[in-house]
């Protein structure tokens, strides 16, 4: 079981970034997905989450209107758009799944760095 996030980087503020996180070892259709991150000092924090159907995206108030969150079922892969980059998005990110929807997250990505610069 495997979940492999990508497509962090350094940025300046305002930048975009596509996150990846592609999924092996597991149904990935069966699995309700999420990204989270966690920045220096600081506890990890929900990001966006999505539905094994790919409805019902829900996103934290912080980046709500600059993030989307989306999944391609027959690439068994998670997508995480991030648009208009601010300094205090900077963290790692990590993406995560669960088969029940009000569950925990039970599987988790090793995590990709997203750095931005003001």
């Known amino acids: 079981v495997q979940l492999q996030a990508s497509g962090g980087g350094l940025v300046q503020a305002g930048q975009s970034l596509r996150l990846s996180c592609i999924a092996s070892?597991?149904?990935?259709?069966?699995?309700?997905m999420g990204w989270f991150r966690q920045a220096p000092g600081k506890e990890r924090e929900f990001v966006a989450a999505?539905?094994?159907?790919?409805?019902?995206?829900s996103y934290a108030d912080s980046v709500k209107g600059r993030f989307t969150i989306s999944r391609d079922n027959a690439k068994n892969t998670l997508y995480l758009q991030m648009n208009s980059l601010k300094p205090e998005d900077a963290a790692v990110y990590y993406c995560?799944?669960?088969?029940?929807?009000?569950?925990?997250?039970?599987?988790w990505g090793q995590g990709t760095l997203v750095t931005v610069s003001s």
């Open positions: 999505i539905a094994r159907g790919g409805n019902g995206p």
């Open positions: 070892g597991i149904p990935f259709r069966t699995y309700h």
């Open positions: 995560a799944g669960k088969t029940i929807l009000t569950g925990n997250y039970n599987i």
